[in-house]
Structures are given as C-alpha cells and as structure tokens.
C-alpha cells in the first residue's frame, strides 16, 4: 500500500472518530453516525489495500522478485 493511500485511510478513519465524538457530544445522532460511517469506511479501504499488497507480495514470490 503506498504511503498515499496509508495517508488518506488514516485521515478518513480521525475524521470519523471527530464526527462520531461531535456527535455524540451535541447528541446530533446523524453526525455520530456518519462518523462511524467513515471509519467503517477507512478499515474497508485499508483492508483491500492490505490484500493487494499481500496478493503482490505472492506474485513476487512465485516470479522470483
């Protein structure tokens, strides 16, 4: 997974948890949900990434790179 990609997963997963801790502050049950939302969203994203690399690690390894 490219440094890029770490970046943008990580800032989604920190905007989540502000939104969901905002939400959760104010009681605005939406902006808790969407918070939880985004997070969902960023282990999803880093998930496949991570299955990428793995699936090119085995290339790698079958190819002899």
């Known amino acids: 997974m490219g440094l890029g990609d770490k970046i943008s997963n990580k800032t989604e ?25 985004d997070q ?3 282990a999803v994203k880093d998930g496949v990434e991570k299955v990428k690399d793995a699936a090119s690690n085995i290339k790698d390894k079958l190819t002899g790179h």
């Open 40 to 42: 969902t969203s960023a």
């Open 13 to 37: 997963d920190l905007g989540g948890k502000a939104k969901e801790a905002a939400g959760s502050a104010t009681g605005d049950k939406d902006l808790e949900a969407e918070g939880k939302g």
